[in-house]
Nanobody, 117 residues
Framework: QVQLVESGGGLVQAGGSLRLACVAS????????VGWYRRATGNQRDLVAT???????NYADAVKGRFTISRDNAKNTVYLQMDSLKPEDTGVYYC???????????WGQGTQVTVSL
């Protein structure tokens, strides 16, 4: 069992920056994908960014050029650097770790990000 703990959320003005961190209780290197997802309203969690075992990154169009995902395998941590924040970035940000085989998915508890005008 792996636990994911997110931190770094908060209230920031538009144009500001935040850095989220996702710390895993076990080795994140064992997962094929680790990513960040946002829940703005309702229960749907939308992809924000992912990073693979080899370091390949993928971003939602809305955050390209503003957000950067990175990983530190030695610290079992994945980061999300968020710059030039906009009010529409507001939501609860969740960390997700996924293994393809055998299939296994873990979610963190989420961290709130609020961007004000």
């Amino acid at each position: 069992q792996v636990q994911l703990v997110e931190s770094g959320g908060g209230l920031v003005q538009a144009g500001g920056s935040l850095r989220l961190a996702c710390v895993a209780s076990g080795s994140i290197f064992s997962f094929n994908y680790v990513g960040w997802y946002r829940r703005a309203t309702g229960n749907q969690r939308d992809l924000v960014a992912t990073i693979t075992k080899s370091g390949t990154t993928n971003y939602a169009d809305a955050v390209k050029g503003r957000f950067t995902i990175s990983r530190d395998n030695a610290k079992n941590t994945v980061y999300l650097q968020m710059d030039s924040l906009k009010p529409e970035d507001t939501g609860v940000y969740y960390c997700k770790a996924e293994r393809i085989f055998p299939p296994l998915t873990y979610w963190g508890q989420g961290t709130q990000v609020t961007v004000s005008l």
